[in-house]
């Protein structure tokens, strides 16, 4: 096979990512930890971390230029119900990139999940090779997600869901436009934290019955501008006797 005589843009930043041997920026997530791991603990109104510009900003560009058309709903799992409108999600191997789909199993490896349990203090950690539910998202303007609470248990193997992950893809974000990730009490009297949704920031946050979180109100972005993200979710083969419950879907609130 001939090579290329001269290299794309893509393809230096694969090689410099290549030469560090990961996806994964191990260093700089090792030397906040014993910080982060803190934050996480004492995080209100429930344990959640918010990191921004963890991730290679170069590599992440070239994600999201490689981010599916969402514009259209081929290839795409849809969601236009009351709570969770025009929203587009879809974890396929043949609808996502070579580069998204080895940076999501970057994700899931075994190396990125011990360093999770040892920020989150959840241990046994189990990726879902599937993406049910995750993969990546995308809402479209005047889309919404209802403040929620997530599905407890996997839908094929049991398995009791305990962490999400979602890394932010958008560049230019204005306030303005809303879709900040709101995360609420357990009363449900507010919203206690607001995350604008902006490019290369990632947050993670334990999932429980009383995990309350969504961005309620319809996006006032422009025609042209989609709100993207990639979602991980992470589960454990038991979890803490105070969190357990009946299985159960996503449970929606009125608000």
């Given at each position: 096979m001939k090579l290329p005589r001269l290299l794309t843009d893509k393809q230096r930043c694969l090689l410099r990512?290549?030469?560090?041997?990961?996806?994964?920026?191990?260093?700089?997530?090792?030397?906040?930890?014993?910080?982060?791991?803190?934050?996480?603990?004492?995080?209100?109104?429930?344990?959640?971390i918010c990191l921004d510009n963890v991730f290679d900003?170069?590599?992440?560009?070239?994600?999201?230029?490689?981010?599916?058309?969402?514009?259209?709903?081929?290839?795409?799992?849809t969601y236009r119900k009351e709570n969770e409108w025009l929203k587009n999600a879809t974890g396929q191997d043949a609808r996502i990139s070579f580069l998204i789909r080895h940076f999501l199993y970057a994700l899931n490896s075994r190396s990125f999940l011990a360093w999770l349990e040892q920020l989150t203090g959840i241990?046994?950690?189990?990726?879902?090779?599937?993406?049910?539910?995750?993969?990546?998202?995308?809402?479209?303007?005047?889309?919404?997600?209802?403040?929620?609470?997530?599905?407890?248990?996997?839908?094929?193997?049991?398995?009791?869901?305990?962490?999400?992950l979602l890394l932010y893809l958008n560049q230019g974000w204005q306030?303005?436009?809303?879709?900040?990730?709101?995360?609420?009490?357990?009363?449900?009297?507010?919203?206690?934290?607001?995350?604008?949704?902006?490019?290369?920031?990632?947050?993670?946050?334990?999932?429980?019955?009383?995990?309350?979180?969504?961005?309620?109100?319809?996006?006032?972005?422009?025609?042209?501008?989609?709100?993207?993200s990639i979602a991980l979710y992470y589960y454990s083969n038991g979890r803490p006797q105070s969190e357990v419950s009946e299985s159960h879907l996503t449970n929606y609130q009125t608000i």
């Open positions: 990512i290549a030469e560090q041997d990961s996806f994964i920026p191990h260093a700089t997530l090792n030397a906040g930890l014993a910080k982060w791991q803190q934050q996480y603990q004492s995080a209100q109104p429930f344990p959640h900003r170069e590599l992440l560009q070239h994600i999201a230029r490689d981010f599916p058309d969402a514009s259209h709903q081929q290839g795409w799992d241990k046994g950690l189990i990726p879902d090779t599937e993406f049910i539910g995750g993969g990546l998202h995308a809402t479209l303007p005047g889309g919404k997600l209802g403040i929620h609470a997530d599905f407890n248990k996997h839908q094929r193997n049991g398995l009791d869901r305990r962490l999400n306030e303005q436009w809303g879709g900040a990730l709101e995360l609420w009490d357990q009363a449900l009297t507010g919203c206690q934290q607001k995350i604008f949704p902006v490019f290369n920031r990632m947050v993670i946050f334990s999932t429980t019955d009383f995990s309350f979180h969504g961005h309620p109100q319809p996006l006032n972005c422009p025609d042209n501008v989609i709100r993207k």
